[in-house]
């Protein structure tokens, strides 16, 4: 779906606003209603618990850098944008690293709301200013876009936290038993 989300971006007037939510909406449920059931029917598996993370992670991305890209998130709401991307990347690059310490990052509850606001934020921030007058939709999508990156902050540090432990753990408790690959001089990489 992030391919023609991104590109109705690149298309002038109220319907294409409207189809960029509709895809993008799509997009969430589809990936509510995959969890969900895959967990209730006992079929996870190693590909799709690769694949969720890293495609929602691709679709909020996206969907942030066309909003920041045609100013439908500008002023200080950036700043808000890059908490949540630096977030994400920050938890990317902790499951990372947890997966050779064979340990799992759980996803929190609070982790799971960050998600439900920020995905209702940029969907109200898509449609902007075509949404009906009645609906204030730029300024539901700030405040969401606000509270998301709030509740980031949150459930960034908490991951963090853990991520610290293992490593704590990791330099305490087990030895490293990897080879630590040489240069061609002998010297170890990342000694310098």
């Known amino acids: 779906m992030i391919l023609p989300i991104v590109f109705f971006f690149w298309i ?14 799509a997009a969430c449920i589809t990936d509510f209603f995959d969890g969900y059931l895959a967990r209730a029917r006992g079929e996870i598996s190693r590909f799709g618990r690769f694949l969720d993370p890293v495609a929602d992670k691709l679709l909020i991305a996206s969907v942030i850098l066309m909003l920041c890209a045609f100013d439908r998130i500008s002023g200080l ?3 808000a944008a890059v908490v949540i991307l630096c977030r ?11 997966a050779t310490l064979r340990a799992g990052l759980p996803v929190s509850g609070l ?25 204030p939709a730029v300024m539901i999508g700030e405040i969401g876009l606000w509270a998301a990156a709030a ?7 908490d991951y963090l936290a853990i991520g610290m432990r293992h490593m704590k753990e990791d ?17 170890p990489r990342g000694a310098e």
């Open 88 to 98: 994400e990347i920050l938890v990317s690059g902790l499951r990372e690293f947890l």
């Open 151 to 157: 509740l980031t902050l949150i459930t960034g540090y």
């Open 171 to 187: 330099n305490n408790g087990t030895p490293n038993t990897e080879p630590r690959s040489t240069d061609s001089v002998g010297t």
């Open 111 to 135: 982790a799971k709301w960050k998600t439900t606001i920020q995905m209702f934020a940029l969907g109200f921030l898509i449609v902007g200013t075509e949404a009906p007058d009645w609906i």
């Open 77 to 79: 709401a950036i700043l």
């Open 12 to 25: 002038d007037g109220g319907w294409p606003r409207w189809a960029t939510l509709g895809l993008y909406a």
